[in-house]
């Protein structure tokens, strides 16, 4: 019997981190990274962004798309080293730089939403 | 790759000239492609300084403001208008090739593909509204 490959599980988080960065990424990017910066519209409060991070739905929303969106990163870079440079010969080491920084990175995520006070 | 069944990326026999590694250069369409895929760079970013706003609204009204006053250092404001494109780029043709990727049908027949692309830039429009309304609604 042939082993079941993981890779359709990578391609299936990959589509869902695409999504969720596609439909959110720029907004965000571009409040918190243009708008706010040039005062062009004032930032919400401290106390404010608080509550809003406090809310379990929103930790546990968050999480997910971070994860996912670092899953997507991950993934397409993998295939930037592979097709864009021909990087074929390190495939062991790339997969695990790759897929092991999403996992790493997606254990601070959970960290730090998780002490939200 | 390697557990794929059935597949060997090197074969001896076959004759297989090689590309340059620069390859991408070579055509319009070639370096939109490596540029899409570059996107995944600005992606893991984008994260990175999310995470570093929520780390800063958790320690407190100071950090905040610090957080905020950093993000409008040139340097942090040029990588972050950088990623913006980038993601921008990815969202539009990610959403460009979803009909490609999304065969819906209904009572037998296939949706059309321009329904299932307007109909996800409409929830890319309803994302957008939604957070900024969340965030600017205070």
């Known amino acids: 019997m042939a082993r079941r490959s993981i890779e359709p599980l990578l391609w299936l988080l990959f589509s869902a981190g695409g999504v969720l960065a596609a439909l959110l990424g720029p907004i965000f990017l571009l409040l918190f990274g243009v708008v706010f910066p040039l005062g062009w519209l004032s930032p919400p409060n401290h106390e404010y962004l608080l509550s809003v991070l406090r809310h379990p739905l929103a930790r546990v929303f968050l999480f997910a798309f971070f994860a996912l969106l670092l899953v997507h990163g991950a993934h397409r870079f993998r295939y930037t080293l592979y097709d864009g440079l021909q990087i074929k010969h390190l495939n062991e080491f790339v997969n695990l730089l790759c897929y092991g920084g999403a996992i790493v990175g997606s254990a601070v995520a959970a960290y730090l939403l998780w002490r939200v006070p | ?138």
């Open chain 2, 1 to 138: 790759m390697r557990a794929s069944a059935g597949y060997t990326e090197y074969h001896p026999r076959w004759l297989r000239r090689r590309k340059s590694t620069y390859w991408w250069l070579e055509r319009v369409s070639y370096l939109a492609f490596i540029l899409r895929e570059l996107s995944s760079i600005f992606v893991v970013w984008t994260v990175a300084f999310l995470l570093l706003l929520v780390h800063a609204v958790s320690q407190g009204d100071n950090a905040y403001r610090h957080f905020l006053s950093w993000s409008g250092s040139p340097l942090v404001l040029l990588l972050n208008l950088t990623s913006l494109l980038f993601v921008v780029f990815h969202a539009a043709t990610w959403f460009r090739l979803a009909p490609q990727a999304m065969v819906v049908h209904v009572r037998g027949r296939r949706l059309p593909g321009a329904w299932i692309a307007v109909s996800n830039y409409l929830l890319w429009a309803l994302a957008t509204a939604l957070v900024s309304w969340l965030l600017l609604g205070d």
